[in-house]
């Protein structure tokens, strides 16, 4: 079975704080990795993809992906009010076809 | 036309009734996805389809029926639901490229079984 582990949170942080949210996975031979972004009452919206190991930057998000320790992070700079939704983290992998798998999601708090 | 058209937006549906669930991508993906979200839980996976063929089915009971008639539409059918199933119905697409292997999400349908 696999599975994707994220604390639910809620995380509160301040208005111009660094968000950290975390992600682990429990398959080795997962391929791709997303974080999304989900407003309540809202689909997820794509904001982070991460497929190598390392950091990847995009305006104030970078992803981290560490697939020894089958672990992924996003990272949210300068964190505004506006940031505040739920947080999923997905893994993608070939089954007979390519499918993702969402964690339970992290739900984000920042305070003005 | 970079996004997924999901309609109708809100249902509301007796155990007796037959409705369905309709969506439409115009970005040339080969695959497409449904998910049931539950409030305050994550997407779960329903059906894959992948070049217009059902590629994986994860368990769903058979009162949803997934459709594909092309490329570009995908359908559910519901039938003899129960109040259980009242959720909110997600579709998706992706190229099914691992390089391009986001899924685009449409806004959902909510549903609502009496």
């Known amino acids: 079975q696999k599975e994707v582990e994220q604390n639910s949170g809620p995380l509160s942080v301040p208005e111009g704080a660094i968000a950290s949210l975390n992600c682990t996975y429990s398959?080795?031979?997962?391929?791709?990795f997303f974080w999304y972004r989900q407003y309540s009452g809202k689909s997820p919206e794509l904001i982070m993809s991460i497929y190598s190991n390392g950091d990847k930057e995009d305006g104030r998000f970078t992803a981290q992906l560490n697939k020894a320790s089958q672990y992924v992070s996003l990272l949210i700079r300068d964190s505004q009010p506006s940031d505040s939704a739920t947080y999923l983290c997905?893994?993608?992998?070939?089954?007979?076809?390519?499918?993702?798998?969402f964690g339970s999601g992290t739900r984000l708090l920042v305070r003005p | 036309d970079t996004e997924v058209t999901q309609t109708p937006k809100h249902l509301v549906m007796g155990m007796t009734n037959k409705k369905s669930l309709k969506c439409e991508q115009h970005m040339g993906h080969r695959a497409m996805y449904w998910y049931k979200q539950k409030a305050k839980k994550p997407p779960e996976l329903m059906f894959v389809y992948s070049y217009e063929k059902l590629s994986i089915n994860e368990s769903v009971p058979s009162r949803f029926s997934p459709e594909c008639p092309n490329s570009s539409l995908l359908n559910l059918h519901l039938h003899a639901l129960q109040p259980e199933d009242s959720a909110l119905y997600l579709c998706?697409?992706?190229?099914?490229?691992?390089?391009?292997?986001?899924?685009?999400f449409g806004e959902g349908s909510r549903l609502t079984v009496l």
């Open positions: 998706a697409s992706s190229q099914e490229n691992r390089e391009l292997a986001a899924l685009l």
């Open positions: 398959d080795r031979g997962s391929q791709s």
């Open positions: 997905a893994v993608g992998w070939m089954d007979s076809s390519y499918k993702l798998i």
